[in-house]
């Protein structure tokens, strides 16, 4: 990757539990980045399914619904909490998102290629022009190819079934690691092998295994490949 100004674009992608939401949110903060978590424009198209009374599995019906939305995600507000505010056509569904109802059909949705296509141009649309870690599964290889950073972020299975119990233990949802453990094989398992972006690092990313290391430790390595990427550029820039 050879760029000719500081970073202002990183692409994360990897499985799921691996931490990129956490990483994503961390590395915006301390740059002063906005945070876009991909994932919530799939979320704001399964939200619309839902609310027209449209059948999930109904390909054609659901992807000309998708190309018809208008999706933004803006910084929050100063005194809110949350990490962005998500509005679907002019309408803060930032909370709508996360409901169990949208968990549940998203995944059918975001398997759809016309649904991938419209998504990934709204993507762009909102990252184009900003400083921005983009977080997703395919950023780094189809969403922005020539993101300035890409990172891969990798965990073992057991550290993220380990992980992802841990969570859900601690807001009091019940969880058995065994069902953790299985329902994350079987997502790898899905998103490697769908014909349509499967999951995979970019040729040019920077893999980043975090199964040893705590979400500190691995901010922090994300960092330093941040400055190190800034600091290869700085003899060219302080030239007269
Ligand atoms: O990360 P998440 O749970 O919010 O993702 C929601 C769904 O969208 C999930 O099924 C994975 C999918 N997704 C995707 O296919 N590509 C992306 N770039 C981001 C999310």
Redesign the pocket.
Known sequence: MSHKHPVRTIAIDGP?GAGK?TLGLGLARHLGFLYF???????AVALAVLRRGIAPEDEAAVSALAEGLHIEVLPPRPDDDLPYLVHLDGQDVTHALRSPEVDAV??IV?AFPRV?RAMVAQ?RRIASGRQAVVV????GTV?MPDADLKIYLDASLEARAARRHLELTQRNVASRYSDVLEGLRQRDRL?SSRAD?PLRPAHDAVILDSTELSAEETLAQALALVEARNAALAPHQSAP
Do not use: M, N
Request: net charge neutral; proline share 0%.
């Open positions: 799921a939401s978590d991909t994932g919530v424009t799939y979320r998203v995944s975001a991938r993507q997703g599964r395919d950023i969403v998103d972006s």
